[in-house]
């Protein structure tokens, strides 16, 4: 069974400051998204991302993919209110045709003005 | 991405009563799925929604309690038979287009909450 680890479970942090939530395996993911969650919404696709070693920014996010494609980091810069949610981590399956998502237990942000 | 709408938003419901969840998306799609996400936690994947057939369900839920429905590619329906208070959570569609071309990214609805008195 795969399983991802996502630390920490609970960040609150003052505006402007920097954060980095990470996604640890021991399997392999074909990809792996990010997605953040707000109250009364669900789920919202942030970034995937599919080769080993690859970065993706996103304005002040920055999204890491290990080289071994086993783990993930999300990286905030100068984190703002709006940036408070639910940050879930998810990976596919290596198998071809694995349709599954394996989710992380999810980090709960609050940004302080 | 998908335009995804599920109903109801959110409802009440008496112990051992049933409710069924739609999910409506705006073009046919691959796969469907459903979740259930209790507040402030992590999602748990009830079943698969196949069209045509019989949905595959994970570990720990079974179709008695769970009976989908998927007579298209772009509606499915989740009930929640006999409910009790345990059952009260939040529960999501989601939708992935093409597994090969959008490597299993999956596009989710607002989700039910769901409260059992």
């Known amino acids: 069974t795969q399983l991802l680890e996502q630390s920490p479970q609970f960040l609150s942090i003052q505006e402007g400051e920097n954060l980095t939530v990470y996604c640890n395996s021991s399997s392999v993911f074909s990809s792996l998204q990010w997605y953040r969650q707000e109250p009364g919404e669900g789920p919202v696709l942030l970034v995937t991302v599919v080769t080993g070693g690859e970065v993706k920014k996103l304005k002040r996010l920055t999204f890491q993919f290990g080289d071994a494609r086993k783990d993930s980091s999300l990286h905030i810069t100068a984190a703002q209110p709006g940036d408070t949610g639910l940050y879930l981590c998810?990976?596919?399956?290596?198998?071809?045709?694995?349709?599954?998502?394996?989710f992380g237990k999810g980090t709960k942000l609050t940004v302080n003005p | 991405s998908a335009v995804i709408s599920q109903k109801p938003s959110r409802d009440i419901c008496q112990r051992g009563t049933s409710l069924t969840i739609q999910c409506q998306v705006d073009?046919?799609?691959?796969?469907m799925f459903w979740y259930r996400q209790q507040p402030g936690q992590s999602l748990t994947l009830i079943a698969t929604a196949n069209q045509g057939s019989e949905a595959t369900y994970e570990s720990g839920f079974v179709i008695d309690k769970f009976p989908i429905s998927r007579p298209n590619l772009t509606f499915s329906t989740l009930t929640v038979s006999n409910m009790s208070p345990e059952d009260s959570s939040i529960y999501l569609c989601s939708v992935a287009r093409d597994r090969l071309l959008a490597k299993n990214i999956q596009y989710f609805g607002a989700g039910t909450r769901l409260s059992v008195l």
């Open positions: 998810a990976g596919a399956g290596e198998k071809g045709g694995s349709e599954k998502l394996v």
């Open positions: 073009s046919q799609v691959t796969m």
